[in-house]
């Protein structure tokens, strides 16, 4: 469904595209970050720098990659075209595959640096009482490392949303399986037509405002209420 204005389909396919990816990557980047805030071993740097690569490298560079390295000629390509009769990349699983991996450092930097600020004292404390690493986890670690989680979760979804050159490059612009608003809003601008070019864009931007605005508000409420003394 679509308008001269709103490309519905397009939206829709950006806002599951969205929360798949943060369904998938979230739980896996909160276990990593929490590794990677409290352990030290050889190669560690070598590791973060790897993990944040997509945040230097140009988009089209890691959608080159990803195509390659997803593509029918490469092995994980050929696996899964034989697995399921159906190509990696020019395909929403394709999508999903390319928008955990560029989003890592938008979920895994966040939540890294709300647990380095959990002391050490807590964890000890804890293990001191007889909790076990789930419960630590659950009832310890994650409400003092929650704002973290939320600008994570917040960054990841926006920056989802407004992903274009891996998702053209792995993607290309399938209407209702790969068009994302972002490749659609780039369609229009090729097609001259500026004024449904310039609705979509604006819809992006009010709504990255308003998920932000809201998250730093709630970031801040949860840390207020955490610092207060328990009595």
Same mark, same amino acid.
Request: charged share 15%.
């Given at each position: 469904?679509? =308008?001269?204005?709103?490309?519905?389909? $397009?939206?829709? +396919?950006? #806002?599951?595209?969205? *929360? @798949?990816?943060?369904? &998938? /990557?979230?739980?896996?980047?909160?276990?990593?970050?929490?590794?990677?805030?409290?352990?030290?071993?050889?190669?560690? =740097?070598?590791?973060?720098?790897?993990? $944040?690569?997509? +945040?230097? #490298?140009?988009?089209? *560079? @890691?959608?080159?990659? &990803? /195509?390659?390295?997803?593509?029918?000629?490469?092995?994980?390509?050929?696996?899964?075209?034989?697995?399921?009769?159906? =190509?990696?990349?020019?395909?929403?699983?394709?999508?999903?595959?390319?928008?955990?991996?560029?989003?890592?450092?938008?979920?895994?930097?966040?939540?890294?640096?709300?647990?380095?600020?959990?002391?050490?004292?807590?964890?000890?404390?804890?293990?001191?009482?007889?909790?076990?690493?789930?419960?630590?986890?659950?009832?310890?670690?994650?409400?003092?490392?929650?704002?973290?989680?939320?600008?994570?979760?917040?960054?990841?979804?926006?920056?989802?949303?407004?992903?274009?050159?891996?998702?053209?490059?792995?993607?290309?612009?399938?209407?209702?399986?790969?068009?994302?608003?972002?490749?659609?809003?780039?369609?229009?601008?090729?097609?001259?037509?500026?004024?449904?070019?310039?609705?979509?864009?604006?819809?992006?931007?009010?709504?990255?405002?308003?998920?932000?605005?809201?998250?730093?508000?709630?970031?801040?409420?949860?840390?207020?209420?955490?610092?207060?003394?328990?009595?």
């Amino acid at each position: 469904m679509s =308008s001269p204005g709103m490309d519905f389909t $397009a939206l829709r +396919l950006s #806002l599951e595209l969205g *929360v @798949v990816t943060v369904l &998938l /990557l979230l739980p896996l980047a909160l276990m990593t970050a929490r590794f990677l805030a409290w352990r030290r071993f050889p190669g560690k =740097s070598l590791l973060e720098a790897a993990l $944040a690569v997509p +945040l230097v #490298l140009p988009p089209t *560079v @890691v959608g080159y990659y &990803l /195509l390659v390295g997803m593509g029918s000629g490469s092995w994980l390509g050929e696996w899964v075209e034989r697995m399921t009769g159906q =190509s990696l990349v020019f395909s929403f699983s394709g999508l999903v595959v390319a928008s955990v991996i560029v989003n890592i450092p938008f979920a895994v930097q966040p939540m890294q640096r709300a647990f380095e600020a959990i002391p050490g004292e807590v964890r000890d404390a804890a293990a001191c009482c007889g909790m076990g690493f789930w419960r630590t986890l659950l009832t310890v670690e994650l409400p003092l490392a929650w704002p973290g989680v939320v600008t994570a979760f917040v960054l990841t979804f926006a920056h989802t949303l407004g992903e274009f050159g891996v998702v053209l490059m792995v993607g290309g612009s399938i209407p209702g399986e790969t068009q994302t608003i972002a490749i659609a809003i780039y369609d229009r601008v090729q097609a001259f037509d500026y004024a449904a070019a310039g609705q979509m864009s604006l819809l992006l931007l009010v709504f990255s405002l308003l998920v932000l605005a809201l998250a730093g508000g709630w970031g801040r409420r949860i840390g207020r209420r955490d610092a207060l003394p328990r009595i």
